[in-house]
């Protein structure tokens, strides 16, 4: 269900916030949006909070891997890890946010 979005932001988080979703006036909870611009995957949650998903590299053993991150902008206007879906090659998560976008937006149902 589309709705208006209401931003739990002001001052600075809020200019973070419309920079991010340039101009998004209504959205799908949970739905992926791409900000073609800045290359930025982001959703807005039931609470209308900004989540932005970031590709990490993380090094473990010697051995580089990737992963997407969940990241939620607070009203402080600071990006919070909340947790990562997924870990493996870069290709692998760029190709998992793609079909996440395809897929209605909605990570979790990919990953199942």
């Known amino acids: 269900m589309t709705q208006l979005i209401k931003r739990p932001y002001t001052g600075e988080a809020l200019k973070t ?3 991010i979703t340039e101009g998004l006036t209504s959205y799908t909870t949970g739905k992926i949006y791409i900000n073609v611009k800045y ?16 590709l ?7 051995k580089y891997y990737y992963s997407v991150n969940d990241w ?3 009203p ?16 692998e998560c760029k190709e998992l946010l793609r079909a996440a976008e395809q897929f209605n ?3 979790k149902e990919v990953l199942q």
Not at 56 to 62: D, I, L
Not at 76 to 91: I, T
């Open 76 to 91: 402080q206007n600071v990006l919070e890890d909340r947790q990562a879906y997924f870990r493996g090659s870069l290709k």
């Open 39 to 54: 290359g930025i995957f982001f959703y807005v949650n039931q609470k209308y909070f900004l989540h932005v998903l970031k």
């Open 17 to 19: 916030y419309e920079k």
């Open 56 to 62: 990490t590299r993380e090094s473990f053993n010697g």
């Open 105 to 107: 937006g909605k990570i």
């Open 72 to 74: 939620i902008l607070t």
